[in-house]
C-alpha cells in the first residue's frame, strides 16, 4: 500500500484508491483506473458514504476500540459490547437509507470478527499464534482507517463434490507452496462484493473442510494490489446507464452496489498476514460464525426498503391517489415485511453473547430468521412498489426524448399526473423503482438478498438445526399428558 496517512474524509478515501495499477477488466478491456470509470464511480460513492457517516454521525458510523485506544470506524470495530453488535444494524439500516443499494462494507466487518475469534479457538486448541498476529493486522487498518473486502465464496465447480475432490483443484482456494517466508495460494472467489474498493481482502473458506482439503483450510489477509490478483467486474442489470448523457434514466445516479470475480494467481502471503493454515476442523465453525454475523447484517435491506417504500407513496402522491385505502393499505403491508427482516435481525444483535475471545456475538437462529425473511420481503415488496407506481415502471421513454425538441413538450404533457407536480418528479420515482427492482440497484435488493450471504436452503438447514424440535415435542408431551417415549 502506498498510503501512509489515515483516511479520514469520504474524499481522503476516494483519492486513497487512486493509482493503484489493479488488473480490473470490464467489458474485456483493462480499466486503467476504476475510480473515473462512470460505471463503476457509484459503487465508490456507496463505499464513501460509510466513511461520510463515521464523521458526520459518529455514534452510528464509529466506536471506541480498546485494540488501538482510540475511535475507528464502526466497520472495523471488534465489537466489545452487546450494544456494539446493536449499533452496527442501525448503521447498516441508516446507510441503506442513505444510499439506496450495498455499501459493501459489512462482509468485512463480519469477517475480521468472525476470524477474531475463531484464532483464538483455533490457538487454545493447537498451539498456533494467529490471534495475536490477526489483531496485529487489525490493528494497522484501524489506525490507517481501511476497507477490508472479505472473500468467501468460492467458484466450487462440481457442487457434490468436496474441494479436494473436483477434477481440477483449484476450484476452491487453496495453498499451492509453503515457504520459509510463507505461504502461495491460487483460485478463484465469485461475487465478491466490494472487492475493488477496498484496500485489504480477507480470504476464507467456503465451506466444512475433511483432512484430505488441508491445503484448502486458509485464511488470511492479501492487499487488493498484490502481484497475481484479476479482477473481473460483475455486470449488473442496466448498468451501461450509468454512462449516458444525463442522471434521469439511470433512477439512482449516485449509488451502485459492486461485485467482481476475484482471481488469485499464484499470490504470495507472507506468514504474519496468515491466520489459518491447514486447521482443517476450524473452517465450519468459521463459516458458521461469519454467517451468523453477516445474516443479520442483511438489516441493510431494510435501510434500502425505506427507499423503495417512499419512491412507490411519492408515485402514488403524484398520480393523485395517495389517498385511496388500497393504496394506504400496501404502504402499510410494504412497511410491516420491511420492519420484520429488521425486527428479527436487531433482535439477534440484542441477544449477543461474549465469545471465548472477548467479542460479542449476536443469536445465530434469529439472524437465519432474518436471513430467510430477507430472501422473500424485498421481492414482495418490490411487487407492491410496482403494483403502486403502474406500468410507467418498464415503459418511460428515454431522458433524451424527455429533453428533446419534438418529442419533450408531448411527454411533458401526456405524462403529467396530479395538478402541480412537475413531470419530471413523476418521472424520476418511477425511475428510482425501476431502478430498485429491475435495474441495477435490484442486483443488490433483490437477488443479492436471496443468494447472499448464503441462500434460502442455508438458511432452512441452520433453522432446523437450532429450532430445537425435541425440546419442543417435550414441551407438548408434558401439557397433554403424553408419557415420555
Ligand atoms: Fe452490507 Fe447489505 Fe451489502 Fe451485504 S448486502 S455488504 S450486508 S450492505
Ligand atoms: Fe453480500
Redesign the pocket.
Given at each position: 500500500m502506498k498510503m501512509d496517512q489515515p483516511i479520514v474524509t469520504a474524499d481522503d478515501y476516494v483519492a486513497s484508491l487512486r493509482d493503484r495499477q489493479l488488473e480490473v477488466y470490464l467489458f474485456g478491456e483493462r480499466i486503467e483506473e476504476p475510480v473515473d470509470h462512470p460505471m463503476i464511480r457509484p459503487s465508490v460513492n456507496a463505499v464513501a458514504a460509510t466513511y461520510r457517516l463515521a464523521t458526520e454521525d459518529p455514534s452510528l458510523g464509529s466506536a471506541e476500540s480498546s485494540l488501538i485506544g482510540n475511535t475507528v470506524n464502526r466497520f472495523l470495530h471488534i465489537t466489545e459490547s452487546v450494544d456494539d453488535v446493536v449499533q452496527q444494524n442501525r448503521m447498516?439500516r441508516r446507510?441503506?437509507q442513505l444510499t439506496g443499494t450495498?455499501?459493501?462494507?459489512?462482509?468485512g466487518m463480519d469477517a475480521i470478527n468472525a476470524i477474531f475469534a475463531i484464532t483464538f479457538d483455533c490457538d487454545q486448541k493447537h498451539g498456533t499464534a494467529y490471534h495475536q498476529r490477526f489483531r496485529d493486522f487489525l490493528q494497522v487498518v484501524q489506525q490507517r482507517n481501511l476497507v477490508i473486502g472479505g472473500a468467501m465464496t468460492d467458484v466450487k465447480g462440481d457442487r457434490s463434490k468436496a474441494p479436494a475432490e473436483q477434477d481440477d483443484p483449484d476450484l476452491f482456494v487453496r495453498v499451492v507452496d509453503r515457504r520459509a517466508d510463507g505461504v502461495v495460494i491460487r483460485g478463484a472467489k465469485a461475487h465478491q462484493?466490494?472487492a475493488i474498493n477496498s484496500h485489504w481482502i480477507l480470504v476464507m473458506p467456503t465451506i466444512r473442510l475433511t483432512d484430505r482439503d488441508r491445503d484448502y483450510a486458509i485464511v488470511c489477509a492479501i492487499p487488493v494490489d498484490a502481484d497475481g490478483i484479476t479482477f473481473i467486474y460483475g455486470r449488473q442489470s442496466c448498468d451501461t446507464r450509468s454512462m449516458e448523457e444525463g442522471d434521469l434514466d439511470s433512477g439512482n445516479a449516485g449509488f451502485s452496489?459492486q461485485e467482481a470475480m476475484l482471481i488469485l494467481d499464484d499470490v504470495f502471503v507472507p506468514w504474519p498476514n496468515v491466520f489459518l493454515d491447514g486447521e482443517f476442523e476450524f473452517a465450519a465453525p468459521l463459516v458458521e460464525r461469519f454467517t451468523a454475523y453477516?445474516r443479520r447484517?442483511?438489516v441493510?435491506?431494510s435501510g434500502v426498503g425505506d427507499v423503495l417504500i417512499g419512491a412507490a407513496a411519492l408515485a402514488a402522491d403524484y398520480n393523485g391517489v395517495e389517498s385511496a385505502s388500497h393504496v394506504r393499505d400496501k404502504l402499510v403491508e410494504m412497511s410491516h415485511l420491511n420492519e420484520t427482516i429488521y425486527g428479527t435481525g436487531i433482535a439477534a444483535s440484542h441477544e449477543s453473547v461474549r465469545t471465548e475471545a472477548g467479542n460479542y456475538v449476536n443469536d445465530a437462529l434469529l439472524a437465519n430468521v432474518c436471513k430467510l425473511n430477507v430472501t422473500r420481503f424485498p421481492y414482495e415488496i418490490g411487487r407492491l412498489a410496482q403494483d403502486l407506481a403502474g406500468g410507467l415502471v418498464a415503459t418511460l421513454p428515454s431522458e433524451a426524448d424527455f429533453r428533446a425538441e419534438t418529442t419533450g413538450p408531448l411527454l411533458q404533457k401526456y405524462l403529467a399526473g396530479r395538478a402541480g407536480v412537475p413531470t419530471e418528479n413523476r418521472l424520476r420515482a418511477a425511475r428510482l423503482i425501476e431502478n430498485m427492482t429491475l435495474g441495477r440497484n435490484a442486483v443488490?435488493y433483490l437477488t443479492?438478498s436471496l443468494h447472499?450471504?448464503g441462500s434460502p436452503q442455508a438458511q432452512i438447514v441452520q433453522i432446523r438445526r437450532q429450532s430445537d424440535l425435541e425440546g419442543k415435542k417435550a414441551l407438548a408431551r408434558k401439557l397433554a399428558g403424553i408419557p415420555d417415549e
Open positions: 447498516q446507510l441503506g450495498c455499501f459493501q462494507r459489512c462482509v462484493t466490494g452496489g453477516h447484517s442483511y441493510c435491506k443488490g443479492e447472499g450471504a
